[in-house]
């Protein structure tokens, strides 16, 4: 079975320093890793995803992330935050190209906060 | 450009009482998934459908039931409300599957259901 962790329910960062959420999954056979954003009273997302070929994906508003066989793990990364990135994030994997219920699976989440 | 509409918003429910969410999206996709958010935790699946009158079960479909007559519509029925209900849902809908190159699934506002 497929599973998510999402380290840190909650992280601050000022504004203009490094993002970085990180997320780590366990499947048993190649994943396919994404990235969701979810601003308050609104739904999911995607910011980015990663299915076959280059490991470093890149995303919307400037947002990447790399995935990394050796270490399980799909980090979240932006050089500099802005207030507007201020947000929950969700990682997701899905495990199977031939998975027929499509079924990605989240992580808790992480609530990014950016201070002034 | 609506996508995902999801009704109702918000709405309380007593305990044994039955309510229907609906959803509908307007860009002719085939696959609609029906998730749930509970508090500090990421999504799950609850129902999905890849066409009109296919549907499917996800990873947490007691206690719900779908239906998918039209394409563009994927109601979700709630039978005897529980306390353990209590959630916001989520809509969602892809033209593909999620591992389909270029795919992205588009999710409604959300419904925060309260049963007391």
């Known amino acids: 079975a497929q599973s998510v962790t999402q380290l840190g329910s909650h992280v601050s960062v000022s504004e203009g320093a490094l993002v970085l959420l990180r997320c780590n999954y366990s499947?048993?056979?190649?994943?396919?890793l994404f990235w969701y954003v979810q601003y308050p009273n609104q739904g999911l997302q995607l910011l980015l995803k990663?299915?076959?070929?280059?490991?470093l994906v890149k995303g919307i508003n400037g947002f990447e992330a790399e995935f990394k066989k050796s270490e399980t793990s799909f980090h979240l990364t932006k050089p500099s935050a802005h207030m507007s990135d201020a947000a929950e994030y969700f990682c997701?994997?899905?495990?199977?190209?031939?998975?027929?219920?499509?079924?990605?699976?989240f992580g808790g989440g992480t609530r990014l906060m950016v201070k002034p | 450009n609506a996508g995902v509409t999801q009704t109702p918003k918000f709405r309380i429910l007593k305990i044994g009482q039955s309510m229907t969410l609906q959803c509908t999206q307007d860009?002719?996709?085939?696959?609609m998934y029906w998730y749930r958010q509970d508090p500090g935790m990421g999504l799950k699946l609850i129902y999905y459908?890849?066409?009109?009158?296919?549907?499917d079960k996800g990873e947490v479909p007691n206690g719900y039931n779908v239906s998918r007559s039209t394409t563009e519509d994927f109601p979700l029925r709630l039978e005897l409300a529980a306390p353990s209900q209590t959630s916001v849902y989520f809509c969602?809908?892809?033209?593909?599957?999620?591992?389909?190159?270029?795919?992205?699934?588009?999710f409604g506002e959300g419904s925060w259901l309260t049963v007391v």
């Open positions: 969602a809908s892809s033209a593909k599957g999620v591992h389909s190159s270029g795919n992205t699934i588009y």
């Open positions: 990663y299915t076959t070929g280059a490991t």
């Open positions: 459908s890849v066409g009109a009158g296919i549907t």
């Open positions: 860009m002719n996709h085939n696959y």
């Open positions: 499947s048993s056979v190649p994943p396919y």
């Open positions: 997701a994997v899905s495990d199977s190209p031939n998975n027929a219920g499509n079924m990605l699976t």
